[in-house]
């Protein structure tokens, strides 16, 4: 087994990646394989908590969700894709470690009230929700990992994954590293409305969004909400469009786009062509590499991952078990 330090993360399959998911966690994802012994898993068990009475969706959205990867830039000769569910050993530790977990932790996690009070289309009142965080332990800490990329909502679940890998160690010896959560330091890509950027807002722009339909979106969309005429100087610093600029554009280009927002001589439909020019020229080459995966190459991606993430989880497992007495 490499000497490399290891990571490991995962994101559910719940609809296309948009440009958020790529700038908040999947470019950290990209830059880590480079580095390091890196494990990244489809959570379709996870997608299941809140999913359940109608997962349709799920298995489609697992093989888009790997193409988006590969597209954007994961290489699987770098790192190891796979899918939760084809890695039982992640069931068995957390039955496991839901034994040392108390349910008061489960309750009063944060997430866990949030999106209770929050989602009124489904039903969270299942088990297997409250025992979500108990799965994302078991999920990272099987790889034992010394870092976990992830984006700043899932700060609650990594420090019950600590508390979980504390407790297990005091009960039953060193056995689990602390995992640190690896924040993408912070890339501002709020959604076309000034909203989050969110699947459920449908306000975002999706990797493998036709152009057509992103000229559309971005024509309609407000930029500095003072900014009446394009005689009124403008101000990047509340406007909408300017914080992709600074995730696409040169930084000469965004010198210019504020000198001529700030001066008037520069008005918002133009800048919103040289955005519409940058993601283009970003998008183009994902899209292409999208094109040609087809289901087959995503099947094999996945077979050829989840064995190497089971041979992995075997050794973690069987210490584990030792440990626990079994
Ligand atoms: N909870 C994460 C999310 O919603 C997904 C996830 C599941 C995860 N297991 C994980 C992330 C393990 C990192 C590590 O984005």
Not at 129 to 135: D, E, H, K, R, S
Request: aromatic share 8%.
């Amino acid at each position: 087994m490499s000497e490399k330090p290891r990571t490991v993360s995962g994101m559910r399959p719940t609809g296309p990646l948009h440009l958020g998911h790529y700038f908040g966690v999947l470019r950290n994802w990209i830059d880590l394989q480079e580095r390091e012994q890196a494990f990244f898993f489809v959570a379709d068990w996870h997608a299941l908590t809140s999913d359940y009475a109608d997962p349709s969706a799920i298995r489609r959205n697992i093989d888009e969700m790997v193409k988006d990867w590969v597209a954007a830039g994961l290489d699987p000769e770098k790192c190891v894709i796979f899918r939760q569910s084809d890695v039982k050993e992640h069931a068995e530790l957390s039955l496991l470690l839901s034994m040392i977990t108390p349910v008061s932790w489960l309750e009063r996690n944060p997430t866990y009230k949030e999106q209770q009070q929050q989602i009124s289309n489904k039903d969270l009142g299942n088990a297997g929700f409250l025992c979500y965080p108990v799965l994302m332990a078991a999920d990272i800490l099987m790889y034992r990992p010394h870092g976990v990329p992830v984006g700043e909502d899932q700060l609650p679940h990594m420090e019950l994954t600590r508390e979980i890998a504390r407790r297990f160690n005091y009960l039953y010896g060193e056995t689990f590293p602390e995992p640190q959560a690896l924040l993408t330091p912070a890339a501002k890509c709020p959604g076309l409305d000034g909203r989050k950027m969110s699947k459920s807002y449908g306000n975002g722009i999706s990797l493998s969004e036709p152009m057509a339909s992103i000229r559309d979106k971005v024509r309609g969309m407000f930029t500095d909400k003072a900014r009446l005429r394009k005689s009124d100087p403008g101000d990047p610093d509340i406007c909408n469009l300017f914080p992709y600029h600074v995730l696409l554009s040169s930084p000469e280009e965004q010198m210019e786009i504020r000198r001529g927002c700030t001066s008037a001589t520069l008005g918002c439909v133009d800048c919103k062509k040289i955005f519409l020019k940058n993601l283009a020229a970003f998008l183009e080459p994902l899209q292409e590499r999208r094109a040609k995966l087809d289901d087959k190459a995503v099947t094999d991606i996945l077979a050829a991952g989840g064995e190497r993430a089971r041979a992995f989880a075997a050794t973690t497992m069987n210490a584990v078990r030792e440990k626990m007495g079994l």
